[in-house]
């Protein structure tokens, strides 16, 4: 299997201009999660999916974040408008559910460096 | 005050040596506990993960938890050059899916 796959690995962007971030899980995952990763905050849960559907988006920092799973197999994280605080890497992870008394292994994409401008 | 308290170092070590990573919590009601190894440039990968209390061993890596104390072990026995990367600490309250809480990471260096 590829792994999670994520793209772009690298996106410079000025301020104000939308970004879209690109995921494929792995396939078979149910479990779709977005992260972000800052030397200040440490790796911080954004949004995640079961089944395409978000149970969870308390950690999306706010309304100009937005995130999608129109299928089992993509996913998007946008940002309208950046802002040079949204500078970050932001990962990709997906699992799927262990059963009873098992726990879920995340497996995480090789990320996106994101720097605005 | 946050969840997960961890180090972020760094750590730097020589080949051989044990290494002791540590975390310490605050929420009574975690259960599992898992380690992450972050290479640079890389996305996190689950080491090892053990449930409660106790010590769980796999080759050079033990993982130990003491849930008394809330505070929880990883140990790296003939430390490599190899293992030098991040490592995370990572908890939950239950099994099958729960939010994870990840500590900041501890940098760790093993020179030669």
């Known amino acids: 299997d590829a792994g999670v796959i994520q793209s772009p690995r690298h996106e410079v962007t000025e301020m104000g201009q939308e970004v879209t971030l690109r995921c494929k899980p792995i396939?078979?995952?149910?479990?779709l999660f977005w992260y972000r990763q800052t030397m200040m905050r440490g790796l911080e849960l954004l949004i995640y999916?079961?089944?395409?559907?978000?149970?969870?988006d308390s950690g999306m920092p706010e309304d100009r974040f937005s995130a999608k799973m129109p299928n089992a197999s993509f996913s998007t994280l946008k940002i309208q408008p950046s802002e040079p605080r949204d500078s970050a890497v932001y990962f990709c992870?997906?699992?799927?559910?262990?059963?009873?008394?098992?726990?879920?292994?995340?497996?995480f994409g090789p990320g996106t460096r994101l720097l605005v401008l | 005050q946050k969840e997960v308290e961890q180090d972020p170092g760094p750590l730097s070590v020589p080949e051989g040596a044990i290494v002791s990573l540590n975390c310490t919590y605050s929420?009574?009601?975690?259960?599992?506990f898992m380690w992450y190894r972050q290479y640079s440039r890389k996305g996190p990968e689950l080491l090892m993960y053990?449930?409660?209390?106790g010590n769980k061993e796999d080759g050079r890596f033990t993982a130990q938890v003491d849930k008394s104390s809330k505070y929880i072990s990883l140990f790296i026995r003939d430390s490599q050059p190899s293992d030098s990367a991040t490592y995370l600490c990572?908890?939950?309250?239950?099994?099958?899916?729960?939010?994870?809480?990840f500590g900041a990471g501890t940098r760790l260096a093993v020179h030669p």
């Open positions: 992870a997906s699992s799927s559910y262990p059963g009873q008394g098992g726990q879920e292994t995340q497996y």
């Open positions: 396939s078979g995952h149910d479990y």
């Open positions: 999916f079961n089944n395409n559907v978000p149970i969870d």
């Open positions: 929420n009574s009601a975690f259960q599992y």
């Open positions: 053990t449930y409660s209390s």
């Open positions: 990572a908890m939950s309250p239950s099994g099958g899916y729960n939010k994870l809480i």
